[in-house]
């Protein structure tokens, strides 16, 4: 089938309609990280840089470490965004742009989110590392897709239940990271979590300045959560809705967070930066380690 104009949009260049960017312009290997500024902290670790594209808050930069090429791109935040970027860059490699057609040898991408968050457990130290096994999406953005992913259904019943979730909210969805590909990233200070993807930062995190949540304690809600033993980590923006749409469309997604604040104790991290910048590192290094 022929996409239409209105579907597969691209720009007078023919680059795709968000992100700017043509097939040639990325890597397999993509790390995705919310703010456009991360995406130069990130690209000055590589050996060269061929392409810095970018449009919005979606900027690219692709270039080679130590023989691999990768791409960095900024999604901004949230899952909306995750939307246009997953789709955008699936379509760069998974469809022809001239005969606006799907292409019959798929792809694989990897997918490798170095981001910030808050973890909820009081004996989760700021600056310590957290990739994400399970998201629990309060998103809802799966369920505008076709999909059969149900593998949780009993764990999102229990949370439904256990936390009393509004029915005026999306039923959350549970997905779990790429088994696989997280091998890869194994380390003795890297502790596995389940995170959730929250749809704001504060009333949708707990968080009360002038508004206040619909739920009173919010956090401590989410932090009593408990299924086969295992609780929930840390709360941040984008991670369910790569899982899914990585799952989706046949990709492969890890999820990585730097947490800069703790919830439960009220601490924030002294040195954001820094401690971004170590997991940058970390994570290049494991990333160039085949
Ligand atoms: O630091 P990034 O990667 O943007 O990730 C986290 O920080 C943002 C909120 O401050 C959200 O995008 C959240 O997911
Ligand atoms: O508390 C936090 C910190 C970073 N990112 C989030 O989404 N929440």
């Known amino acids: 089938m022929r996409l239409s104009p209105s579907e597969l949009i691209l720009n007078a260049d023919g680059s795709i309609y968000h992100l700017n960017l043509l097939a040639e312009d990325i890597a397999d290997t993509i790390i995705t990280v919310g703010d456009p500024d991360r995406v130069v902290e990130v690209s000055r670790h590589f050996d060269s840089i061929e392409i810095k594209k970018g449009k919005r808050e979606f900027l690219t930069h692709t270039g080679f470490l130590k023989g691999k090429r990768i791409s960095v791109i900024s999604t901004g935040i949230g899952t909306d965004n995750i939307d246009i970027v997953l789709n955008e860059l699936d379509a760069l490699v998974n ?20 981001g910030t968050s808050g973890a909820i457990q009081a004996d989760i130290p700021i600056d310590s590392w957290i990739l994400t096994e399970l998201a629990i999406g309060f998103d809802g953005l799966l369920h505008f897709y076709k999909n059969e992913l149900s593998d949780f259904k009993e764990m999102e019943d229990e949370f439904i239940r256990q936390t009393a979730w509004s029915s005026k909210k999306s039923r959350p969805y549970i997905i779990k990271y790429d088994k696989q590909l997280a091998k890869k990233f194994k380390s003795n200070r890297i502790r596995l979590g389940i995170t959730t993807t929250n749809t704001g930062f504060y009333g949708p995190q707990g968080r009360s300045l002038r508004l206040s949540p619909n739920v009173d304690d919010f956090v401590q ?68 380690s085949d």
């Open 95 to 114: 469809i022809d742009f001239a005969t606006r057609k799907v292409r019959e040898n798929r792809i694989r991408l990897k997918f490798i989110r170095i």
């Open 221 to 288: 809600v989410m932090a009593n959560f408990q299924y086969q033993n295992r609780y929930i980590t840390n709360l941040e923006m984008e991670t369910s809705g790569i899982y899914a749409l990585s799952k989706l469309l046949g990709h492969q997604a890890i999820s990585l967070s730097c947490i800069l604040a703790n919830r439960a104790t009220g601490e924030f991290s002294k040195n954001p930066q820094a401690s971004v910048q170590e997991l940058i590192t970390f994570a290049l290094q494991k990333i160039t």
